[in-house]
């Protein structure tokens, strides 16, 4: 029985076995390749997307789970191609370096600044206790998040 | 006429990665592609009995499998003494046996679980001093048959290599009636580089050569070393590199491509391989774990009269990088410091473990650690401040290295006045608990590993220009911003207006690779000098145009003008369209390689690198808070003096000195890699193995020291990967003052802390190091075979 | 090669357990899915079958009635510190579920998986939960029973198919709690060794009551009765409980892990015991 679910505003429909992780759903698929599956384990976040709206990690996310969710991937937050504050901030403060990381940052930050949108440092750090980084050593990520909050 | 290559300029794929359209090997295929997978063998030791594919090829959606047959070759760093597969015998827990290809990944699973295999156990040896032990089991029975392909490296039995750097008379110096003897003994363990992207390969076999698509720091190494292992012409494989997700050195050897490349030829079609976070972890190129036993004869006004060393090296099952690394023990346990005479043997040595590797500034990283440890206890040792000692005796102007090299100008001992002066800028931090506070500042010394480039660069008639080399983006600023900076600033164009082609074995000429810092250096000199030739066409078209002398003439902003308020002159790209119809399409190439500094002759011997062409320092300060009842070290503050000669782009080295730290970090107190009784690494993920996260950190405050001399382009230096050089020296010396324990291994994890403040860590003690230093050797220094 | 498991999404209760009755040793419940999408690197095979719980609205409820918290086994982490956060009394719990692995994880997790994955030694919510003196519900399609979570966690490896762990009940005491966690690193981490601690005070605010649970030291979390008898009169005094935890805590054998030895373990504890009772005050 195939699965359905909104993913980035596009109602899709996956023919995926119902314990298949959602991030193998949405880049084998759906050839969504942004979200990245780097430990496959919820440790490293590189998989993170938001299902109604939550981050969540799509490596542990089995697809029978997502069936009539909403979805939305790093390619769903920057409509057009045009950068999300987060991301122009992100930009600023040559933040990136290989990359890899910055589909699940991105995701997790843009939403922990929604949701908290006077963040103090320590919190910002806290939020990316499940996005690790292997290239940047985190300040100017930090450092871009609070940029975006004005503090 | 000089250009300025300094600027601000930001990495023009930093929206596409921010946005997920970044494609890496691991997000690319291509039509009716296959799915490739590797058998590995479950055990550390053992002869291949028996290894039969023939159910497996039988089952459904299998497509080819590749086995030792296919691949003959053996490669290596110099000595090839590695094979693709398990020939006879099994060296470690995760070698390759066979290779399959199949339709669906899981197809390809259950081909490999239908392919029988019967290994017949032989003892494991997993620790060195097992290795070295007098009659232990040869882990490469026929040693003495390997080609070698660099002669003078000592070898036998288990010593994969031994390389020994002697200057001065050593015995004399210890004999003095003047000097106190301190020797230090020292053990780190194995660093995993976690980066992101595992190691991942599309292969295709077309027109009857092999093209690799690879994530990979090296494609020629790539080219050649897969060729090798196939037994086919270098010429025939072309390897092409998208955007690499993280390497660190990990990718700095060949991989998975030869298996990915073997099964396109067999089944003719398309084939993609990508480990397993389980097999990156299995089978990660290390940082090695290493041995280290120093001695030092010191006066009492501090003085280092002589000093002697040994260094194991566990290379794992084969040579591989640390044959290559026994030369760095000479440029690093052997920089720093003044030395009056001094003997170092730096000896890689077979265990039945996965192969080691390279990691970010190698072997320099706990070299260091154990050089700076032991200049501490030095000093204390004499009652001296470590500051004083160091003012004292670090590297200055006319003073020789351990093979003999000179070096140039006072660089550490200014470096070390501008750290007193941050330090002295800001008040220790102390928080008002019962942890134990303290601090360390500590000198590195590490080198730019230059070499081979090449470079062309093609000027396009609209104004912009295309730089092919063979350099990768991996994410430092070098692809992004050094090099284009550089071609932009000679050609007086915008960077924007550079385009930096991906690497591709077939459009660009030989690289040794994207690692040792070399790539704004050694590339950036290939890149320039393409340029300049470029330069020099312009001028003289323009020069024609304009009626007036090349010198004449100025050449920025996108223009080509005579010198002058007022200058009449055109624009670069009406310029280059001219010289396209008058003679043709304007292009540059450029070529750089080792300068070949001298060294003092006969002090090395077995060594790679005799002396380095370019020295780099850096100074390091942390403090540190260490809780005495749970072992935890809280770095509270991280600065960094670094020697990058010239900075083209100060906030792309800053970005690499954040991330150079914060990944010593990880090295200096989280990152264990440690192997169970039956041969494997227990660390399997990103669970086991903690990398630091964002409340792990500190910001880095940085200092950019220039001015030092260079024969890099502009003056510059190697600068991404220097920084991770003294984080594991700083912490292990700041957490040793801050609680008075004697700090001899890395990395500092709350039980090892908690149990050295307990009295549970017993001292050190290597029996398979011998007290008299030459006793360490296969033969003596000055009897080269 | 072995058929890819199926998968039921109930959408009640009912229909949960008549789905796990009838699949009976070849079923297993699914809620948030961090623990079993795991399995591929514990080298562990999935289950045939699968039913999901996530449809199921009485296992994600939070009642409080007649002094009894009750907590939907399908509640997430995420949720039930929000539900818990500025109680003293369920400080502990508001810790346990708002500082385990990391954000993400926490939005998945549930109530029902942390108590009932038997291999995860380093769970948070099992000594908090322990410390509170809470009981469970297991309902099968026979009819529901009530036991104390400690004895749940002795039977929990052999429980029958078909029977499922649906509340938590955590009966209000006007304790005061804390949650005491030793992750190897600052940002987090699954703790190397949790004490829990949940107290009463008479009206000299001495120690009336305390309930002490381990956990992370051993395999499976536990009260640590003799401490909780030595605070018993005792000023709350960080040191002095961390002195009647020096004395006592050699009555743990601590689980050799990658990430730290035992012994480590059973080191740590008297001062995860102090740091407990000074965040009481």
Known sequence: MPIEMTVNGEARRSAADPMTPLIDVLRDEFHLTGAKPVCREGFCGACTVLVDGEPLVACLTPAALVEGREIRTVEGLSAGGRLNPLQTRLVEHDAVQCGMCFP???????????????????????????????????????????????? | MSVDAVMEFRRRDAGDKLTGRTRYTIDRGAPGMLHAAVLRAQVASGRLAKLDTSKAAALPGVRAIATAADAPGRVGIGIADHSLFVVDRVRYVGEPLAAVAADTP?????????????????????????????????????WEDYKILLEGGARAGNVAWEATAVRGDVDAAFARPDVRIVESTFRVGRQNHMAFEPRAAVARYEEGRFHIETSTQVPWTVRNATAGFLGVPASQVRVTVPPVGGAFGLKFDVAIEPFAALLAKLSGRAVRLVNSREEEMLTCLFRENAEIRIRSAVTPAGEIAGREAVVLMDCGAYGGEQIFLTTMTAHTLGGNYRVGASRLVSRAVYTNTAPNGAFRACNGVYNTFALERHTDEIAAALGMDPLEFRRRNVLGDGDLGATGQKFEAEVLRPMLERMEALRAAAPPRRQDD?????????????????????ATVNMNADGSATLVTSGVEIGSGSMMQGLPQIVAATLGIQPEDVMVRQADTDAAGYDVGVGGG????????????????????????????????PDDLVMQNGRIEIAGPNGAGFSIAEVAAQAQALVGPVAGTGASTRKGVPSMPGCAVGHFI?????????????????????GHVEVLAYRVVQDVGRALNRSAIGGQIQGGVVQGLGYALHEEVSIDADGRIRQNGFETYRVPLAADVVPVEVELYEGAPSLGPFGIKGAGEVPILNVGASVACAVANATGARVQELPLTPPRVLALLLGRQPELDFPHISPRWDDNLLRPHDQPT | MTASPSFYAASSLSAALDALAERGPQGAPLAGGTWIMRAPIRHEPLKPAYVGLDGVPELGRIEETDGILSIGAGVTHARLAEAVAGRPELRVLAEAAGRSANPAIRRAATVGGNLCTTDFAAADLVPALLCLDAEVEIASRGGTERLPLAAFLSLRHSLEPGRLLTRVFVPRSGAVSAHARLPLRKAGDYPTAIVSLSVTRDTAGRIAQARVAVGSVETVARRWTRLEAALVGTPLCGEQAHRAATELADEFAGRDGVEAPGWYRVSVLPVLVRRAVIALH
């Not at chain 1, 699940?104 to 930050?109: P, S």
């Not at chain 1, 939020?127 to 930090?142: D, K, S």
């Not at chain 2, 392919?115 to 032990?133: G, H, N, R, T, W």
């Open chain 2, 106 to 142: 899981e197809q390809a699973q259950a081909a490999l679980e239908a392919i029988k295999v019967e290994i017949a156990p032989l003892p494991a040896i997993l620790i060195m001093q097992d290795a070295l032990a007098p009659g232990a089991p040869l882990i490469h029975p026929e």
């Open chain 1, 104 to 151: 699940g940052m991105v995701v997790t930050l843009t939403h922990f600044l929604a949701q908290t949108p006077r963040p103090s440092r320590d919190q910002v750090r806290a939020a990316l206790t499940g996005n690790a980084c292997r290239c940047t050593g985190y300040e100017r990520i930090v450092a871009a998040a609070l940029d975006v909050a004005g503090v």
């Open chain 2, 434 to 454: 019962e942890r134990l506070y303290g601090r360390a500042t500590t000198v590195g010394t590490w080198f730019v590993f230059t070499g081979p480039s090449a």
């Open chain 2, 518 to 549: 070399r790539q704004t250096v050694s590339l950036g000199a290939a890149s320039l000098q393409a340029a300049q030739e470029v330069r020099g066409k312009l001028l003289a078209v323009a020069a024609q145009m304009l009626d007036a002398l």
């Open chain 2, 610 to 630: 005799d002396a380095l062409d370019i020295p780099v320092f850096a100074v390091h300060d942390c403090e540190v808070a260490v809780d005495p009842e749970t």
